[in-house]
């Protein structure tokens, strides 16, 4: 069992930048695809970024150019370092693993993921 614990949000004016990081315990997450996600309050939970089982990325549309998500497998973490932050940034950002294999442009539907952290929330203004 994977357990994920998220960290660095916070407040941030329009332009600025922060760094997200999730740790991971219980298992290595070298082989996991990860992801990031994000989720403002009435709305579904939708995917940022990713990074697959052999380390190719993959973006939402609005995020590209801004956002670069990394894994340090050495350290077991997950970063997602977010640039040129907007007001529509502003949510609860969720980290989340699965040691499934998966590809492709886009990142994995939620429900495609077993394990989540419990969030950070990023504000935007």
């Known amino acids: 069992q994977v357990q994920l614990v998220e960290s660095g949000g916070g407040s941030v004016q329009v332009g600025g930048s922060l760094r997200l990081s999730c740790v991971a315990s219980?298992?290595?997450?070298?082989?996991?695809?990860m992801a990031w996600f994000r989720q403002t309050p009435g709305k579904e939970r939708e995917g940022v970024a990713a990074?697959?089982?052999?380390?190719?990325?993959a973006y939402i549309d609005p995020v590209k150019g801004r956002f670069t998500i990394s894994k340090d497998n050495a350290k077991n973490t997950l970063t997602l370092q977010m640039d040129s932050l907007k007001p529509e940034d502003t949510a609860m950002y969720y980290c989340?693993?699965?040691?499934?294999?998966?590809?492709?442009?886009?990142?994995?539907?939620?429900?495609?993921?077993?394990?989540w952290g419990q969030g950070t929330q990023v504000t935007v203004s």
């Open positions: 989340a693993a699965d040691p499934g294999p998966y590809g492709g442009s886009t990142p994995p539907p939620a429900d495609y993921f077993g394990h």
């Open positions: 219980g298992h290595t997450i070298s082989h996991y695809c």
């Open positions: 990074i697959h089982n052999d380390g190719t990325t």
